[in-house]
Every structure is written in structure tokens, then in C-alpha cells.
């Protein structure tokens, strides 16, 4: 049994930062009612290639971007902007706990889906919004993208090589934003369920992606109020910490993340080069810091002389953070990553072999359940619709294109 077991979820949201927080509700065992538009669906259903295999090796037209987000979800495939549509989605709305929507703010007023319109229907309901800007401020209105949000909130200001390394600002190789934004969706989301416990009702949730990744500069946004020095780019070294960064090796790079004094003195007996324990100017952390200019040369002309799996073998031997670089490939092969069960199997209906990667969140008494693959769109209209109209409105709705309950065969 989920630990989210009884709690019903509609989820108007897509692309990534509110099916991220969907998928995590359902990984958790809320039965989660993902709401796409018929023939089209989640605008990532079409971000492809790559495309899912069929059981036969041929292209699909489910895309990995789409599978990431959405796996435990029912798809149920109703026009939003139709009014028969809406009182469809009203209906579900009334036997929620908990909405999702990511539209821009104030848009779903005048399909009468807003937080006003569903809490009059249903007070107990807990309703999450998710926008690039917020509710309110000068930039509300304005639609949010995650690549914008991490040049806007000083993200990609620190991110990348430094300048005198002809580097350049760069962005994080995921939607970090998105994804950082489901999470705390999430856990308001928990939050304001056990509110409603002691309150007896529901509440509004404003999540904005711009706020999540202005909080989630944590020490970088800390160092500059502290200091009232803008952080900069410094590539992979670490601001405050030192050695803890990237090496090269006489074959490829790895990485050494020195966190402490007793560590720094650990990797120098590990590696051979005590000599550098002679030096005061390197025995603690703050001043390792302020002398980086002079540590650093030494210690990269010294990796230089070994390839790099003598030096982690070495380095790990006296357990001090070392690692490779893994590609993604690598990094999912790895041993410890296959124990964890970070891969899982989920059999899907165009492929019996259908992988995803796995949840983090290991408990102990209601552990995560791998209950259905990502849906294939409109797979559950009937299923769930089924609850509120008979068959034969069903049909009728469909003939009209306000739902769709076909099951699409992406072939």
C-alpha cells in the first residue's frame, strides 16, 4: 500500500515541473488523473526523437521526453475549452484532493477551473499552481521556461567555466528548475494535506520557477549577502571549499571533493605528496581557499604524471570522495546504481522490455510501486469517465470530439 493510498489527484499540468510533481504523488500511491487534450496531449508527447521501440524494434510514437514524467498516471483525453469539457473536468474536481495546473496565471478562470471555482465545489480541495513569475508582480503574465529562469535567477552566472578560461555562462544539461519546482511542489502539496487535517479544509499553493531557483542558490546566494560580492563563474572548482573540484590525469579527468582538513591531509599521504603537509599556507581549509592559485597548479601538474583509476583506487582507498566521469550510459550501468534498482522494468503495452529510471525514495513500510508504464493518450478516458457518464454519453462525447477514448497505437 502507497503511502499516499485514497488521495486523488487531477493534474492539468504539462511539459515537466508539474508532471515531475505528478509522478512523484502517483511513485507515492496517489491515484493521479492526468488531463491531456485529445489527438495532441502533453506538448513532450511530441519532443522526439528518440522514440520508445515497439516489442518489435519499431519506432513509436512515444517519446522518452513524455515517459520521463508521467509513468503511474492515467491519461484521460477531454477538451478543456469546450463547456461540456469543463463540467467533465468540474466533476473529477469535486472528488479530488488535489489539483495541478501550470497555466499561465489567471488563465483557467474563464474555463471556470480556477482555485475560486474548484473550491466552491469542493473546500477540502489542495490546489497547486505552477508559473514561471508567480501570481502577482510585474512579470505574472508572463509565461516561464526553465532555460530563461536559470539565466534570470543568476543560475547560469555560476555556472560554467570562468572568464579567464575563455569560458562562458551555460545552463544545467537537465531542466533543473522543472524539476526543482516539482519537488517543492510536492512537498507543499504534503504539507498542505496535513494542514487540512487539523484545519478541516483546503488550500492555495503558488509555486513560481523563478522563487524555486533564486531559493535553491543556497550558499551561492548566501556567499553574495554575506559578502556583498556577486559569485562568479569558476568552472569546477568550489567556492568555499578547496581542493573539491575537477583533475586531469594523464588519460581523462576525475574528481577529488575534499570536505574537510583531515580528508586534504588523507589525500596527500594517499597520493605520495606529503610534501605539501609541510606547507602552513595548505593545512587549513581557509587558507587552502585563499591560496588556491598556488595549491591547485601543483596538484594538477602532479595528477598529471598517473592515468586516472590509479589515482581514485588510491584516493578511495583512504575514503576521501574521488570519482570518474560517467557518461549517462555509464553512469546507469554502474554497480551501485543497479543495486539501488534505479533502473526498473515496466512492461508496457508496446513493449514488455520497457525501462525507466527508477524513484529515489527508498521506505521501509510503504514503499514507491511501479504500478503502470506512462499511458499511452486518452488509455483511460473510459475508465475513469466511466465514473460519471454512461456509456452511451461517453460515446456521444467522443463523436464530438470533446474526449477521446481511443487507445492511440504508436506505431
Not at 179 to 203: D, E, F, K, V
Not at 276 to 302: C, F, G, M, T, W
Not at 356 to 368: A, F, Q, R
Request: aromatic fraction near 6%; glycine fraction near 8%; proline fraction near 5%.
Amino acid at each position: 500500500m502507497g503511502a499516499l493510498k485514497g488521495i486523488r489527484v487531477l493534474d492539468l499540468s504539462r511539459v515537466l515541473a508539474g508532471p515531475w510533481c505528478g509522478q512523484i504523488l502517483a511513485d507515492l500511491g496517489a491515484e493521479v488523473i492526468k488531463i491531456e487534450r485529445p489527438k495532441v496531449g502533453d506538448d513532450t508527447r511530441m519532443w522526439g526523437p528518440p522514440w520508445m521501440p515497439n516489442q518489435q524494434g519499431q519506432v513509436t510514437k512515444e517519446s522518452g521526453y513524455y515517459q520521463c514524467a508521467n509513468r503511474n498516471k492515467y491519461s484521460v483525453a477531454i477538451d478543456i475549452a469546450s463547456e461540456e469539457g469543463q463540467a467533465l473536468v468540474r466533476e473529477i474536481a469535486q472528488t479530488a484532493d488535489v489539483v495541478i495546473e501550470n497555466y499561465k496565471a489567471g488563465s483557467l478562470a474563464k474555463y471556470g477551473l480556477d482555485y475560486a471555482s474548484l473550491s466552491a465545489l469542493n473546500p477540502n480541495i489542495v490546489y497547486c499552481s505552477i508559473t514561471g513569475f508567480g501570481q502577482d508582480g510585474p512579470r505574472a503574465e508572463e509565461p516561464g521556461y526553465d532555460f530563461i529562469i536559470q539565466g534570470m535567477s543568476g543560475l547560469m552566472s555560476i555556472t560554467g567555466e570562468a572568464d579567464d578560461v575563455m569560458g562562458g555562462a551555460q545552463k544545467v544539461g537537465v531542466a533543473v528548475v522543472d524539476i526543482q519546482t516539482g519537488l517543492y511542489s510536492t512537498i507543499a502539496i504534503q504539507a498542505a494535506l496535513l494542514a487540512r487535517q487539523h484545519t478541516g479544509r483546503g488550500q492555495y499553493i503558488d509555486m513560481s520557477l523563478l522563487d524555486v531557483q533564486v531559493a535553491a542558490l543556497a550558499n551561492q546566494g548566501m556567499n553574495y549577502l554575506t559578502s556583498g560580492k556577486a559569485p562568479k563563474r569558476m568552472g569546477n572548482n568550489h567556492p568555499n571549499i578547496v581542493p573539491y573540484q575537477t583533475f586531469k590525469a594523464k588519460d581523462k579527468e576525475f574528481i577529488i571533493a575534499c570536505g574537510n582538513d583531515k580528508q586534504f591531509k588523507d589525500l596527500c599521504i594517499a597520493i605520495g605528496y606529503t610534501e605539501l603537509l609541510d606547507q602552513p599556507n595548505y593545512l587549513r581549509n581557509q587558507d587552502r581557499v585563499k591560496h588556491r592559485e598556488e595549491l591547485i597548479p601543483l596538484l594538477s601538474a602532479y595528477f598529471l604524471t598517473q592515468d586516472a583509476q590509479v589515482w581514485v583506487d588510491a584516493i578511495h582507498a583512504v575514503k576521501v570522495p574521488v570519482g570518474v566521469i560517467n557518461s549517462v550510459e555509464d553512469a546507469l550501468n554502474e554497480p551501485q546504481i543497479q543495486h539501488r534498482q534505479m533502473v526498473v522494468n515496466i512492461p508496457h503495452a508496446l513493449n514488455h522490455d520497457f525501462k525507466v529510471i527508477g524513484s529515489p525514495m527508498k521506505l521501509s513500510d510503504t514503499p514507491v510501486e511501479y504500478r503502470h508504464a506512462p499511458p499511452q493518450l486518452g488509455q483511460h478516458t473510459t475508465e475513469i469517465l466511466s465514473q460519471f457518464r454512461t456509456e452511451a454519453e461517453l460515446n456521444e462525447l467522443a463523436a464530438q470530439g470533446i474526449i477521446d477514448q481511443l487507445n492511440h497505437p504508436a506505431a
